[in-house]
């Protein structure tokens, strides 16, 4: 493309880029504003008064797609008649506006009144003239979501190509800056909604747990009394009553430990604790259930006392959540390694199995509330997906940290850091 040399000896050429410059300057200054804002309603009032101004014409508005109608609507205008025009609807056929959305290409007309795409429906609703008109389309990666217009140009100018360039300009950050403004709107609307439905869970499972605790009391207590009584086939019918009341128990006991964690209701109370007894404890409770399942269970915990300054029953919570599942899914004959490692001012207590595994892309998430990797409906191990959600919150609430890793097919290792403390013999924290 050959340079076009201006003659710079003609004033009125001179002023005339001068300005052209100093709109440009402009839209530049505007584009930069309209990427830092996503409130839509300022963005849109920004966009059509700086249009009105810099074009120097009488309005502006801008004209965005109503998805469910098919019609434009105005989303912003200048002028007293905002109100008016909020309830108006464009049709896309039979309206200029209408056809800078369909072809996607800018339109001037000089004068509206020899156009037969011109729809006067606006005009006599708001008792406005329009005159002359210059409209550019709102696209986002091609795709058209709305129209820019300017309407009457001031002192009885027609439209030329540069205001044609500027509005183009003008509607090219815009288009984005609308795009960003309703993501993010949409965004938070549906957090919004996400919010709602997490607040009704958590409260139908304070709800749940509740009710369901006292019922189950009854039954265990009746339960046990004629265990104690009954003799022959109704001694081992009972026990299956008993045994089935104690898995209810477990899950009432995790719903009623989600809340209170969740309410910040429970408070630590804190003492030094010796790693290795919390250590202890695990191989007692989960001992004989892995040996049901001729599960290998080994400890590797080191002779010096480890101390950590904790909840003792918060922390056997999280410890046994994480020793359930490796016990729950790894399979008969499988192994179970429970790893202590010190670390300056920190301990690492890992359970390591070689069971089911967790795939790479699901290891944050089995953190997450009710989050299971296997489908319910076709899932064969019991829980409600709570277990590790408590273990997280334990954990964080006393300054650690707890990760899975896995490889997939094979095995899965939980890790826990805790935050040491040094004890002397007589037993204060340093
Ligand atoms: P659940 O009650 O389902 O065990 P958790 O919160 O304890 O709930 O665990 C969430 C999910 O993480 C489990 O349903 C399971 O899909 C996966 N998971 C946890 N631990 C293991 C493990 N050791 N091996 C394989 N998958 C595991």
């Known amino acids: 493309m050959e340079a076009q040399v201006v003659p710079l000896n003609q004033p009125a050429e001179i002023q ?3 300005k052209t410059v100093e709109r440009l300057e402009r839209v530049v200054t505007i584009g930069q504003m309209l990427n830092s804002t996503l409130d839509l309603a300022q963005l849109l009032e920004t966009i059509i008064q700086t249009a009105a101004d810099l074009l120097g014409t009488q309005a502006a508005s801008i004209l965005l ?22 309830e108006i609807k464009v049709p896309l056929e039979g309206s200029i506006a209408g056809a800078i959305y369909r072809t996607g290409e800018p339109i001037i007309v000089g004068d509206v009144s020899g156009d037969a795409r011109h729809y006067t429906g606006v005009d006599q609703s708001i008792s406005f003239q329009t005159r002359s008109l210059l409209g550019v389309p709102l696209q986002v990666r091609s795709r058209c979501i709305g129209v820019l217009e300017a309407l009457n140009k001031l002192d009885g ?21 609308i795009e960003n403004a309703r993501l993010v709107a949409n965004l938070r609307e549906a957090n919004r909604r996400l919010s709602d439905l997490d607040r009704l869970k958590t409260n139908f499972i304070s709800i749940a747990s509740h009710e369901l605790r006292t019922p ?15 003799s022959g086939e109704m001694t081992s019918d009972l026990d299956m009553v008993l045994r089935g009341a104690s898995k209810l128990q477990a899950i009432i006991d995790q719903m009623t430990n989600l809340n209170y964690l969740e309410a910040g209701l429970s408070e630590l109370k804190r003492e030094n604790l010796v790693v290795q007894n919390l250590v202890e404890d695990l191989a007692r409770e989960w001992g004989p259930l892995a040996a049901a399942k001729q599960q290998t269970l080994t400890f590797n915990v080191p002779p010096m006392p480890i101390f950590v300054h904790g909840d003792r029953s918060k922390i056997d919570l999280a410890l046994s959540n994480v020793m359930n599942n ?40 089995v953190f997450e509330r009710f989050y299971q990797v296997e489908d319910h409906l076709t ?6 997906g709570l277990g590790l959600a408590i273990a997280k919150e334990v954990v964080e609430q006393h300054g650690g940290r707890i990760w899975a890793e896995s490889g997939g097919g094979q095995g899965s290792r939980f890790r826990i850091t805790l935050p040491t403390v040094y004890v002397r013999l007589t037993g204060a924290p340093q």
Do not use: Y
């Not at 100018?157 to 800056?177: C, G, K, P, R, T």
């Not at 189950?216 to 009954?230: C, D, K, N, P, Y």
């Not at 790893?339 to 690492?348: A, K, L, M, P």
């Open 326 to 365: 490796a016990v729950k899914f790894t399979p008969e004959n499988g192994h179970i390694t429970v790893q202590v490692i010190s670390h300056t001012g920190r301990v690492e207590i890992a359970v390591i199995d070689d069971g089911a595994g967790i795939p790479k892309e699901e290891l944050g998430r």
């Open 379 to 384: 899932r064969h191990h019991g829980g409600l």
């Open 157 to 177: 100018e027609q439209f030329e190509e540069s205001d044609v360039h500027i509005l183009l300009a003008m509607a090219s950050h815009a288009a984005i800056a």
């Open 65 to 86: 797609m109503d998805e469910r109608t098919g019609e434009l609507f105005f989303a912003a205008s200048t002028g007293s008649s905002r109100e008016e025009l909020r």
């Open 16 to 18: 005339r880029l001068e």
């Open 216 to 230: 189950l009391m009854i039954v265990q207590g009746f339960a046990s009394f004629l265990r104690e009584q009954a």
